[in-house]
């Protein structure tokens, strides 16, 4: 199989100057307010994107080291596989985030429910259609007796970052 490469569209601002103490999902982010700073080439592509309340970013794990294919996740004390887990130590370190669409200036976005350190390369901008992404019938796993916990944890650098 060959190896990929990915290009970054831009970067990621936020309040969260390294991962220590960050909240670890957006909703743990919620009204924290950041920008993406698309680079000039890839302008063009946010067409029409001003229309949507939410977007995905998806993003390079920048400064994950190295991945294991078992982790604690943040909001459990058991081994998971890294597969059933958000962890940001994986194979391929690609991250990705549902977020608030502020406004659209220029090549900035203004984005809120930030759970994303500063300088991240983005590496792509997807609009969130509740209709394509939520499931109704959806079962959340080992996660379920712990999804309360979501509010109140934040990255501690478990995951070698």
């Not at 890839?42 to 977007?55: A, P, T």
């Not at 995905?56 to 994950?64: A, E, G, Q, T």
């Not at 596989?81 to 203004?110: C, D, M, Q, Y």
């Amino acid at each position: 199989m060959k190896n990929m490469t990915f290009t970054p569209i831009g970067i990621i601002h936020s309040p969260f100057k390294e991962p220590k103490a960050m909240p670890i999902q957006p909703t743990g982010g919620k009204d924290i307010e950041g920008k993406v700073e698309l680079f000039d080439e890839y302008v063009e592509g946010l067409k029409s994107l001003d229309g949507f309340s939410h977007i995905i970013l998806i993003y390079h794990f920048h400064l994950s080291k190295e991945f294991s294919l078992t982790v604690i996740p943040y909001m459990d004390e058991t081994s998971r596989g890294v597969f059933a887990t958000r962890a940001s130590s994986r194979p391929n370190s690609i991250g990705i985030s549902v977020v608030k669409l502020e406004k659209i200036e220029k090549n900035i976005l203004h984005i809120k429910n930030v759970d994303i350190v500063d300088g991240t390369p983005l590496l792509d901008i997807k609009p969130y259609v509740a209709q394509f992404n939520s499931e109704e019938e959806s079962k959340i796993g080992w996660l379920e007796k712990n999804i309360g916990k979501l509010a109140d944890k934040k990255s501690d650098n478990r995951f070698n970052i």
